[in-house]
């Protein structure tokens, strides 16, 4: 498998190779391998077009919040409580920092590392 960086229409094709893979399309094998279920975040500029890959995926549920504190705590408190991995999709931006914080508040009570934070 190699990977590439740019959008091929989700069918993991590029010029001409079968075995090209986009990141996008990598993440969201490997979320599904885990058994992540729910994908946590805010949509923005930068991220959109990775949230294609998971609106398309038949076994992800994308999870919008009204800001990226909100979805950090959704995702820990998910996490801590279904005892499996959640998912945290940000963009660029201060909503960051406010992300950091739900995150590091996991950190803090030393819950068990299910989050995995993509920003």
Wanted: charge should be negative; aromatic fraction near 10%.
């Amino acid at each position: 498998m190699t990977l590439t960086n740019g959008h091929n229409g989700h069918n993991g094709a590029a010029n001409g190779a079968s075995d090209l893979v986009t990141i996008s399309e990598y993440i969201v094998a490997r979320l599904i391998q885990l058994d992540t279920k729910w994908v946590f975040g805010v949509p923005g500029d930068f991220n959109l077009e990775f949230l294609d890959y998971i609106e398309s995926s038949d076994k992800l549920d994308w999870v919008g919040n009204a800001n990226e504190l909100n979805a950090a705590y959704s995702a820990d408190g998910y996490a801590r409580v279904s005892k499996t991995m959640a998912c945290l999709v940000t963009t660029f931006g201060v909503g960051e920092l406010s992300a950091l914080c739900g995150v590091a508040g996991m950190c803090v009570v030393r819950a068990p590392r299910h989050l995995r934070c993509f920003c």
